[in-house]
Antibody, heavy 125, light 107 residues
Framework: EVQLVESGGGLVQPGGSLRLSCAAS????????MNWVRQAPGKGLEWVAN????????YYVDSVKGRFTISRDNAESSLYLQMNGLGVEDTAVYYC??????????????????WGQGTLVTVSS | AIQMTQSPSSLSASVGDRVTITCRAS??????LGWYQQKPGKAPKVLIY???NLQSGVPSRFSGSGSGTDFTLTISSLQPEDFATYYC?????????FGQGTKVEIK
């Protein structure tokens, strides 16, 4: 059974740092791109970052570039999000999500097919 | 960044109704679009990927159509468990962007 379990959320002061973790099990972690998606209280979904299977490529939404760093440890089947310089606008539930590629008529089509339960990050003084 | 505009932002419908939600991209995204369902306090769940492909295990009353800039999610006969918020997501370019969501409520 595929499982993604986030941890590391909590209350942090503005300007502070936090490291989120996502422990994966039930699949070959090193074969999948992985994503972080967040949702501010009462708001919609926002994609934050993703990382290639071997960690060689990383992409970020503009609002977190230079402050957040996505990484992974394939030996530990774990995904991370290091968050520095946190602001109140970063308050959200953070989800990790697996990115699956489906080969359909010769083209790869993606979906976020498994998600964790989320971990809440609250930035407040 | 590619903007994804969903409409309507909310709708009220009855069990058995046919429901249609649209998503418009600010530029062409081929068919690189997925639809996700989210219930309160839960993680999103993928329904459709590649614009039209039903995710394994998702009921066939859900269908997706469209290509380029205009996409549609249709629920052919709304069931009680379908009351939720629905999001489109483009995976054509970075940053990935979601629509703002459509809340489907009970009439």
């Amino acid at each position: 059974e595929v499982q993604l379990v986030e941890s590391g959320g909590g209350l942090v002061q503005p300007g502070g740092s936090l490291r989120l973790s996502c422990a994966a099990s039930g699949f070959t972690f090193s074969s999948y791109w992985m994503n972080w998606v967040r949702q501010a209280p009462g708001k919609g979904l926002e994609w934050v970052a993703n990382i290639k299977e071997d960690g060689s490529k990383k992409y970020y939404v503009d609002s977190v570039k230079g402050r957040f760093t996505i990484s992974r440890d394939n030996a530990e089947s774990s995904l991370y999000l290091q968050m520095n310089g946190l602001g109140v606008e970063d308050t959200a539930v953070y989800y990790c999500a697996r990115d699956s590629s489906h080969l359909i008529w010769g083209k790869y089509l993606d979906s976020f097919d498994y998600w964790g339960q989320g971990t809440l990050v609250t930035v407040s003084s | 960044a590619i903007q994804m505009t969903q409409s309507p932002s909310s709708l009220s419908a009855s069990v058995g109704d046919r429901v249609t939600i649209t998503c418009r991209a600010s530029q062409g995204i081929r068919n690189d679009l997925g639809w996700y369902q989210q219930k309160p306090g839960k993680a999103p769940k993928v329904l459709i990927y590649g614009g039209t492909n039903l995710q394994s295990g998702v009921p066939s009353r859900f269908s997706g159509s469209g290509s380029g800039t205009d996409f549609t999610l249709t629920i052919s006969s709304l069931q009680p468990e379908d009351f939720a918020t629905y999001y489109c997501l483009q995976d054509y370019d970075y940053p990935r962007t979601f629509g703002q969501g459509t809340k489907v409520e009970i009439k």
